[in-house]
């Protein structure tokens, strides 16, 4: 079996121990300790414990970016570039679930600056999606009655919160409930025309 990289490894920790303990209880100490790696090796990757809590956000704030712009992209229009950004929005809490978690009870204790990267990557993120919708409106695809604003802040707040309740052993794979939340919007959004058009699309 191939050894995981260093930065990996001592991320996975990090990770394991922010959960079980608290962001503050836990040392860098702790941290190399139990990755069997050193402090000159943590410092050669994370300048500091709040750096690498910056890092476990970056992992999957990328990873939705990235997978964002290739949907639209690959996709032509509105309503194929709102179904595959939904999916893969909600096929990161499988990938990068602990990250989430993690980030998510920890993330008042981080340093400002890295507060004002993240609320970068967010703001471009949420930027997209409000693009998309607001696309959806003037190609009458999507219902214009709903504010482009309340629609993509509602579907950020729906997804956001699968990290509470998603399990890897559930009844429904991740891939399940991806398909089952782009549904559940997709329908809501609509206009009866398109959903004639998109019913490939929809359950």
Known sequence: MTEKPTKEKITEVALQLFEQNGYHAVTVDKIVKISGTSKGTFYHYFKSKDELL???????????LDKATEAYEKWQTPTERLNEIIKSFVMM????????????????????????????????YKEMM??????????????KELPVPITSMAIFGMINWTYKWYKTD????????????????????????????????LK
């Open 170 to 201: 559930g009844k429904y794979s991740i891939s399940e409930i991806a398909s089952i939340y782009a549904d559940f919007v997709l329908h809501s959004i609509l206009t009866n025309d398109a959903k004639q058009t998109y019913q490939h699309l």
């Open 93 to 124: 809490f499988d990938m990068y679930r602990p990250h989430v978690t993690v980030f998510y009870q920890e993330s008042l204790y981080l340093a400002p600056e890295y507060v004002d990267e993240i609320k970068q990557k967010r703001d471009h």
């Open 130 to 143: 409000f693009k998309v919708v607001q696309e959806g409106i003037s190609r009458g695809e999507f219902r």
């Open 54 to 64: 910056y890092n476990v956000h970056d992992y999957f704030i990328t990873y939705v």
